[in-house]
């Protein structure tokens, strides 16, 4: 879970969809947050690359690993 100020949502979703097709956006106040799943270590840090592209004040809320089963 991210957490981003100086930012428009849209924006915001462009980037996370590139990233994932899987992600929820709600606002609250003027700060947007942003939950959503990656693959791997290095798509996260490609999309901190991204907002610190943006000059957006953001950070990580949440990060939490996730082991899929087979």
Known sequence: MVECENVESEKLAKHLSKLTGDFKLWIHG???YASFNVESFSMLT?????????????????IQTVSHET
């Open 30 to 32: 003027s700060i947007i």
């Open 46 to 62: 490609e999309f901190r690359r991204r907002l610190k592209r943006m000059k957006t004040g953001f950070r990580f809320i949440k």
